[in-house]
């Protein structure tokens, strides 16, 4: 989701402060009207944001509002998960916004429920892949998920998200 409060620049250099919230995207016959209401006319032509409402984009204060709509639109299309996703691979992997929708949407990445540790994921990856199956068991249980943990980690990006999964970026 995001909002931007935009501003009538002519009244705001007035001492008014003249504007109004608008959701993203949005239509250019709102966008418009919005323009109309807050007296974007022949004598007050400029505009500026003023505030702004978004978990994954920092709002200039005279970012072209079609480009905004853009990206609104980009964000609109993820659902909650790809949203946690989206979220983490721009905090903690430094993507931007495009880049880490583009990451989620060519499936680069992995989840793993249930876990505090790499030893955790350890134990998931072993059993997924099947690594210890034709191995027996008075074997197997000397394996060592701990070290295997500790090496996923150094060979991969892995993010520990607030809910207890964790995300392995894909590279």
């Not at 931007?4 to 919230?21: A, D, R, S, V």
């Not at 060519?106 to 072993?126: L, N, P």
């Not at 249980?141 to 999964?165: H, N, P």
Request: proline share 1%.
């Amino acid at each position: 989701m995001m909002n931007i409060y935009l501003t009538n620049l002519g009244k705001y250099n007035e001492g008014q402060l003249i504007g109004e919230w608008v959701e993203l995207p949005v239509s250019n016959e709102e966008l418009q009207k919005v323009f109309e209401r807050i007296g974007i006319n022949e004598e007050y032509e400029e505009y500026f944001i003023t505030d702004y409402e978004c978990d994954f984009y920092e709002v200039g204060e005279y970012e072209n509002i079609d480009t905004l709509n853009g990206i609104a639109e980009r964000i609109e299309e993820l659902d909650e998960e790809e949203s946690k996703i989206v979220k983490a691979l721009m905090s903690e992997c430094g993507y931007a916004l495009n880049e880490a929708i583009d990451k989620v949407n060519s499936g680069d990445y992995r989840i793993y429920s249930d876990c505090d540790s790499m030893t955790d994921i350890a134990y998931q990856v072993v059993e997924e892949c099947g690594y210890l199956n034709n191995v027996p068991d008075t074997v197997a249980r000397y394996f060592d998920y701990e070290a295997f943990g500790r090496d996923l980690g150094i060979e991969g990006t892995f993010i520990f998200l607030d809910d207890g999964s964790c995300l392995e970026v894909i590279r």
